[in-house]
């Protein structure tokens, strides 16, 4: 095979085919392709059988792209029959085959979150008598965790973690017993499962050894123990492990994913050799010396500096914004500009942001600028429970014949109106043919109701009714706000949420609902409720059809996404958005247990993703729950050379208050006017 595209040292790495190799590269450095060539090498020149080959990454989008990219050197029929795949996907082929050893049968189900979620609360219920309740998210979270650390039910220590320790201790038993009656798996048990297997019974194990016998890894920086221990097992043998990682992009640390893996490799594989590639193939000089000044920053890593042989190119533009919706118009504009002037294609420009929530203002203003968009992971915004709760009473309250809608908020936040009650109240409607809000406003009639939930369904009444005269009279956006502090929404969403950080971005979202009232309200000469959920609901029957993510990226279109989904993949032009204190670094990697290491490698993800053109951007406001608030600039910006950065107030008008503001808006309506009258 012709190696004359790679350089020494990854033609290196490409050759060294037995025992163990670390390829620890920094990113752009072409570790990934080193892993694709090295499988055409293997099959070509080593005469290896295509059935032999494990590659494992750790998106369905790369494992699809490695395997066209060596499809593409040795032809698709030698290629047929080696396995590329996510963890998940290779566990589900090991566990397909045999996990009848551990008792389940081969036609087993695998539960995602919702049915997790329904099974854990069955079982909290018979906890959940006494004064506390425990919360089911939070239950399965550490269930989870406790996967991801290959800690077995009947292990789990009742003193593990924080006060729910002994209830995890009871339910993660019972919860792994009825999954099992079920002949079910949740995700975690994929891997945990398949190490089980692997490491119970020999026989299995030693076929996995026989048959995989050359084995690689991608972003090998973000596996977790369970993952870690599948890898180490399947190796252990031949020891043809070849991993390849950044232990500078590890940003997985929070879902269990252990740098130490990385570190530690030499050690866990004697004799490993280790190869490191330093030239980056993919970004312009300027971008690269950011990248490495802001990295530098971190104690805990490898040392590695990145060159490359191209020029300086552009300057990183950095950009302070107005405010969010001052920020997205700037990127937006710019796509636009840039598209023509330098004759790309819309799926060249990535929007890259720290927290889903910043992606709402961008998806507006592309809208709004008929750019077509991709939204990559995460739910689009309208389409989040939390906003569809937060909706739903908008709607009812405009349209309480909305029985949809009104099933939906009926018992959320929770107020006592439980299953039973809501069927006896639904049948009532459906046997006398009376809308279900009348039902409502008089349910003396329907059968069976206890005092409490007369009381509860009194109670949501009359709130119904005083909110809708208050959205009839009062600001939209204040009133919105009043509804959701009356509503408990945030103390439902923090009792809720699985962990703190769920709780705090559904609260986010919440918020931000209320901020596209503030600004529909703001931009509307006469804004009513009804006309701002006619917008929203516009917005949401232009929503291109729910696809994979993969068949997404596919298209030409902007991409957004966020920084942790960002990784491995590159665009000529990106642009880093919400470089700000407290969004990047998260205001979470702040206090106790801090963690601005992580932060600085999510940002160093960003830089590198770029090849030509970086532009970072943040805003000097930001509203939340509608309420404008000061933003002081990230401190990574701090880290980036001046002479590698060209830094400027967005070109928009900037007015500072709302009454500027609405000067402003006059002025331009007094020149379309005097345009007209002339
Ligand atoms: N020797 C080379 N000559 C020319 N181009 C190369 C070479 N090696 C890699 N590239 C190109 O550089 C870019 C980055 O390569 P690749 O994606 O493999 O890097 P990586 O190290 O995996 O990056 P990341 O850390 O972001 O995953 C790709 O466009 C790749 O085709
Ligand atoms: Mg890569």
Same mark, same amino acid.
């Given at each position: 095979m012709d190696l004359s595209a790679l350089n020494e040292q990854q033609r290196a790495a490409v050759r060294h085919t037995e025992g163990p190799l670390l390829l620890l590269a920094g990113a752009g450095s072409g570790k990934t392709r080193v892993i694709t060539s090295r499988i055409a090498f293997l099959l070509q020149d080593r005469g290896v059988p295509s059935q032999a080959i494990l590659a494992v990454t750790f998106t369905n989008k790369a494992a699809r792209e490695m395997r066209?990219?060596?499809?593409?050197?040795?032809?698709?029929?030698?290629?047929?029959?080696?396995?590329?795949?996510?963890?998940?996907?290779?566990?589900?082929?090991? &566990?397909?085959?045999?996990i009848e050893q551990l008792g389940y049968k081969k036609n087993f189900s695998i539960y995602g979150g919702a049915d997790?979620?329904?099974?854990?609360?069955?079982?909290?219920?018979?906890?959940?008598?006494? &004064?506390?309740?425990?919360?089911?998210?939070?239950?399965?979270?550490?269930?989870?965790?406790?996967?991801?650390?290959?800690?077995?039910?009947?292990?789990?220590?009742?003193?593990?973690?924080?006060?729910?320790?002994?209830?995890?201790?009871?339910?993660?038993?019972?919860?792994?017993?009825?999954?099992?009656?079920?002949?079910?798996?949740?995700?975690?048990?994929?891997?945990?499962?398949?190490?089980?297997?692997?490491?119970?019974?020999?026989?299995?194990?030693?076929?996995?050894?026989?048959?995989?016998r050359y084995l690689m890894v991608d972003e090998y920086q973000d596996t977790n123990a369970a993952q870690y221990r599948l890898l180490r097992l399947l190796a252990e043998g031949h020891r043809n492990l070849c991993v390849v990682g950044d232990d500078d992009q590890s940003i997985y640390g929070w879902r269990g994913a252990d740098l130490g893996n990385i570190l530690d490799f030499e050690k866990d594989f004697p004799g490993t050799m280790v190869i490191r590639l330093e030239q980056n193939y993919r970004s312009t000089g300027n971008i690269l010396t950011a990248a490495n000044a802001v990295i530098r920053n971190n104690l805990k890593r490898k040392i590695k500096a990145l060159w490359t042989a191209d020029g300086p190119g552009?300057?990183?533009?950095?950009? &302070?914004?107005?405010?969010?919706?001052d920020e997205a118009r700037v990127v937006v504009e710019r796509i636009m500009a840039e598209r023509f002037k330098?004759?790309? @294609?819309?799926?060249?420009?990535?929007?890259?942001?720290?927290?889903?929530?910043? @992606?709402?203002?961008?998806?507006?203003?592309?809208?709004?600028?008929?750019?077509?968009?991709?939204?990559?992971?995460?739910?689009?915004?309208?389409?989040?429970?939390?906003?569809?709760?937060?909706?739903?009473?908008?709607r009812v309250l405009l349209n309480p014949r909305d029985e949809v809608n009104l099933l939906r908020i009926l018992n959320t936040p929770k107020r006592g109106i439980g299953d039973t009650s809501a069927d006896r109240l639904i049948r009532f409607s459906a046997e006398h043919d009376i809308p279900l809000w009348q039902v409502l406003k008089n349910p003396a009639e329907v059968e069976g109701l206890g005092d409490k939930v007369m009381e509860s369904i009194a109670t949501f009444v009359d709130l119904m009714q005083n909110f809708r005269r208050r959205f009839r009279v009062g600001q939209l956006s204040d009133t919105g706000r009043e509804l959701l502090q009356e509503l408990r929404f945030e103390d439902d969403l923090l009792r809720t949420a699985q962990d703190p950080d769920k709780a705090r971005r559904r609260m986010a979202n919440v918020a931000e609902v209320i901020n596209a009232m503030a600004s529909y309200e703001q931009r509307e000469v006469q804004p009513t409720l009804e006309g701002f959920l006619d917008k929203v609901s516009l917005l949401d029957r232009d929503e291109p059809p729910r696809q994979d993510k993969?068949?997404?990226?596919?298209?030409?279109?902007?991409? &957004?996404?966020?920084?942790?989904?960002?990784?491995?993949?590159?665009?000529?032009?990106?642009?880093?958005?919400?470089?700000?204190?407290?969004?990047?670094?998260?205001?979470?990697?702040?206090?106790?247990?801090?963690?601005?290491?992580?932060?600085?490698?999510?940002?160093?993800?960003?830089?590198?993703?770029?090849?030509k053109k970086l532009t970072l951007l943040g805003a000097a406001r930001r509203k939340k729950f509608g309420v404008m608030q000061l933003r002081s600039p990230s401190c990574f910006l701090e880290e980036i050379p001046d002479e590698v950065l060209h830094s400027a107030a967005s070109d928009a008008p900037t007015a500072t208050t709302e009454e500027e503001k609405d000067q402003l808006a006059n002025n331009a309506f007094a020149d379309i006017k005097a345009m007209l009258d002339f």
């Open positions: 066209e990219r060596v499809e593409g050197i040795v032809g698709r029929k030698q290629a047929k029959g080696m396995v590329i795949s996510t963890f998940h996907a290779l566990c589900v082929r090991i &566990l397909k085959e045999d997790q979620l329904r099974l854990i609360r069955d079982l909290l219920q018979e906890v959940n008598t006494g &004064l506390r309740k425990f919360d089911a998210d939070r239950v399965l979270w550490l269930i989870s965790d406790a996967k991801n650390r290959l800690i077995p039910p009947d292990r789990f220590a009742p003193t593990h973690g924080d006060e729910y320790g002994p209830v995890v201790a009871t339910i993660y038993p019972r919860y792994q017993r009825a999954l099992k009656a079920f002949n079910a798996v949740d995700f975690d048990d994929l891997i945990m499962l398949t190490v089980r297997l692997l490491q119970d019974k020999p026989a299995v194990l030693e076929k996995y050894r026989q048959r995989f552009d300057k990183i533009d950095y950009l &302070l914004c107005e405010d969010d919706e330098a004759r790309l @294609s819309y799926r060249d420009f990535a929007i890259l942001f720290r927290t889903n929530v910043q @992606s709402r203002a961008f998806e507006e203003q592309l809208r709004y600028q008929d750019v077509p968009y991709v939204l990559i992971g995460g739910q689009q915004f309208f389409d989040r429970k939390e906003v569809k709760d937060v909706l739903a009473y908008f993969d068949a997404k990226l596919q298209r030409d279109a902007v991409v &957004l996404m966020s920084l942790h989904s960002s990784k491995g993949l590159e665009f000529p032009c990106v642009f880093l958005v919400g470089m700000e204190d407290e969004l990047l670094p998260h205001k979470k990697s702040k206090g106790a247990n801090s963690n601005i290491e992580e932060e600085r490698r999510l940002c160093y993800v960003g830089i590198t993703r770029a090849q």
